[in-house]
């Protein structure tokens, strides 16, 4: 009887997951450019497991979305608006793939499709949670990078720049849990600084 070859221990590590979006953002293909992983999915990670900390959530799940929450984007930016569900998709695969517990992979697969927008406490799981606040985190604490991504890959104009930061200053930060907002309470005071100096987006 064959089947597939058992799971080693080396492919069931956060470690190898991070290694293999490291590997797909530093690919010449990847229009985020390589940045983008010590600019946003390191930081997502980092935030994620401090919030698992703080709700008692299971660390390993937060930081295997983290990793791997925006990988469709990666692969094809014209993925971004439906990138949610098309990196949940892909995850699955390779989570699968690598003999991770079908348990482990739908909760994973449950954080990165609700990430785009911050869960509050009671709407989701509590990973869901951490990794949905820790994306507005990130966004928050590397604004140079997100001014390269907004102008620089999608080519908006002053205005539309202005417009996007505004969803994430005002309506993302208010859904945003309390451990969070602590957290990058002073990355959002520089945030608002900028856009009152900058004036209404028109």
Excluded at 56 to 81: I, K, M, W
Excluded at 127 to 149: G, I, Q
Aim: proline share 5%; hydrophobic share 45%.
């Amino acid at each position: 009887m064959t089947g597939p070859a058992p799971a080693t221990t080396q492919l069931l590590t956060t470690e190898s997951i991070r290694e293999l979006v490291r590997s797909e953002c530093l690919r010449a293909s990847n229009r985020f450019g390589p940045a983008f992983f010590d600019q946003h999915v390191l930081p997502v990670a980092a935030y994620g497991r401090q919030l698992a900390a703080a709700l008692d959530a299971d660390a390993q799940v937060v930081e295997l979305a983290a990793y791997l929450h925006d990988l469709s984007a990666v692969r094809d930016l014209a993925c971004v608006p439906t990138h949610h569900l098309e990196s949940a998709r892909i995850s699955s695969e390779i989570l699968r793939e690598r003999g991770w517990p079908e348990r482990v992979v739908d909760a994973v697969c449950g954080c990165i499709r609700s990430h785009s927008a911050p869960v509050a406490p009671g709407h989701g799981t509590l990973e869901e949670v951490c990794v949905s606040n820790a994306d507005v985190m990130a966004h928050l604490a590397r604004p140079a990078y997100w001014f390269f991504y907004l102008h620089g890959v999608r080519g908006l104009d002053l205005d539309e720049g202005l417009a996007w930061w505004q969803v994430r200053a005002e309506r993302a930060w208010s859904g945003l849990i309390e451990d969070a907002r602590m957290v990058v309470a002073a990355e959002h005071a520089a945030v608002l600084r900028f856009l009152q100096a900058a004036g209404p987006a028109r």
